[in-house]
């Protein structure tokens, strides 16, 4: 028979307990973080849930704003809802106008298209608005047009007589010419030529002149924007000086020193004539 130790036995025994004890311990420490991270998971997802409410909040209270603003705008038009939808427009009998700063026959610079000569006025309906213009006709072009009254300030009146002698000295003095790429250059003589502004234009003829250099390559775009500008002022200074085509085209030559050869051999021609018929004569005789 083998001897039973008690010592043992009761170590045994105790030692189980105390590890029972530690384990519940654990046990009891491990639910209790299991709850906090339970309850901390329910916090944070209410708080989000809390977020996304309020977002969808806003958005709607943005949206409702937005159809406010889009209501007060469209009080003018209704759409019937049927088999066809059809807008109706309440239409504004009269437009605001302003009070007319020119008068018919008048000459008028329109930016785009040059000068203009006012024919009359009129009403016209435009989708069921009358609209006071001026009725505008450009000979050169052979067009008419329209320029409502409210915008009137597009227009330009005539220049004066001290505007074409500052053109003048603009034309004869030196040209101003870039040294960045065509196609931007181009872009500011179009600019320049559709403002409208006679110095602007008077610049534009001086720069791209060429004069009679017929060893200096000129291109297309070149020449007509030249003669785009030219022409304008020519018809310009002919109305203001009220001189016919050929004398104001000779006043304009001058100034940017063109077909100086022509105009220096037209006198030696005629006098060459005059020595002909002075020969024939003495040999009738």
């Not at 066809?84 to 106008?97: A, C, L, M, V």
């Not at 006012?118 to 052979?142: A, M, P, Q, R």
């Not at 297309?220 to 020519?234: C, G, H, P, V």
Request: proline share 2%; hydrophobic share 30%; glycine share 4%.
């Amino acid at each position: 028979m083998k001897k039973i130790n008690l010592k043992n036995i009761l170590k045994k025994t105790f030692k189980s307990k105390k590890n029972n004890k530690k384990n519940k311990v654990k046990i009891a420490k491990k639910k209790k973080v299991k709850k906090t991270s339970k309850r901390i998971k329910i916090k944070n997802k209410n708080l989000k849930v809390k977020k996304l409410i309020k977002k969808n909040e806003e958005k709607a209270s943005k949206e409702k704003k937005s159809s406010d603003k889009s209501s007060e705008k469209q009080e003018n038009i209704r759409i019937t809802r049927g088999t066809d939808q059809k807008i109706e427009i309440k239409k504004i009998k009269t437009q605001p106008s302003e009070k007319k700063i020119y008068k018919a026959k008048d000459y008028v610079v329109y930016p785009k298209h040059g000068v203009g000569q006012i024919t009359e006025f009129k009403k016209i309906n435009i989708g069921g608005i009358d609209v006071e213009s001026y009725i505008l006709k450009f000979e050169k072009d052979k067009a008419n047009g329209m320029v409502p009254v409210n915008k009137q300030s597009n227009l330009r009146p005539l220049a004066t007589i001290n505007q074409l002698n500052k053109c003048i000295s603009i034309l004869k003095s030196k040209p101003k010419i870039k040294r960045s790429m065509w196609s931007r250059r181009a872009q500011e003589y179009e600019a320049k030529i559709s403002s409208g502004k006679i110095y602007d234009l008077a610049e534009v003829v001086r720069d791209l002149n060429k004069g009679d250099d017929l060893m200096v390559d000129q291109s297309y775009s070149e020449r007509q924007l030249f003669e785009k500008a030219y022409e304008r002022i020519l018809t310009e200074f002919q109305i203001i000086l009220g001189a016919s085509l050929e004398d104001t085209q000779k006043k304009l030559d001058k100034a940017l020193k063109r077909n100086l050869e022509k105009q220096s051999l037209k006198p030696t021609t005629e006098k060459i004539q005059l020595a002909s018929s002075e020969v024939l004569t003495e040999t009738i005789k």
